[in-house]
């Protein structure tokens, strides 16, 4: 709200070249928003991906809950007015792969009951796959929309 009245301002005062820049940064606030969104639905996302490769099995619960993240991922990631997107399918890959730590933390707590840490879950199951399997899912989200 305080950036809105600056801008304001700085169109009042006829002071445009403030105005651009403060509209540069109120953008990319509303970006990394948006990242930090994509980024919480893709622990999701990964975390139901990582238990079901791990236990080799696929509950409805976790099904839900993978198509939702995708769903979610790509409703937060498409632009409303321009039809485009914040994140593009590399900057979509790069999310997954900042959070998979995240995830997988997450999943050692609940796959298999909490038996094997993190470290011992990662061992059973393949980061490369898992993250292609994520990418699939969103682009597939996208196609759907």
């Avoid at 792969?97 to 995240?102: G, K």
Wanted: with cysteine; charged share 30%.
């Amino acid at each position: 709200m305080e950036e809105l009245e600056q801008l304001r301002t700085y169109i009042e005062a006829s002071r445009y070249d403030d105005a651009l820049m403060l509209i540069g940064e109120m953008e990319e606030m509303a970006k990394d928003d948006k990242l930090n969104k994509i980024g919480s639905f893709a622990i999701v996302l990964l975390l139901h991906c990582i238990k079901q490769q791990a236990e080799h099995r696929l509950t409805r619960s976790w099904e839900v809950s993978i198509r939702n993240a995708a769903r979610e991922i790509e409703r937060s990631n498409k632009r409303r007015s321009s039809g485009g997107y914040y994140a593009s399918e590399a900057d979509i890959r790069e999310i997954l792969e900042s959070v998979y730590p995240s995830a997988l933390d997450r999943a050692s707590l609940e796959a298999f009951e909490g038996r094997y840490d993190s470290k011992e879950l990662a061992a059973m199951i393949s980061r490369e796959e898992i993250i292609a399997q994520a990418l699939t899912l969103i682009l597939q989200e996208r196609q759907a929309n």
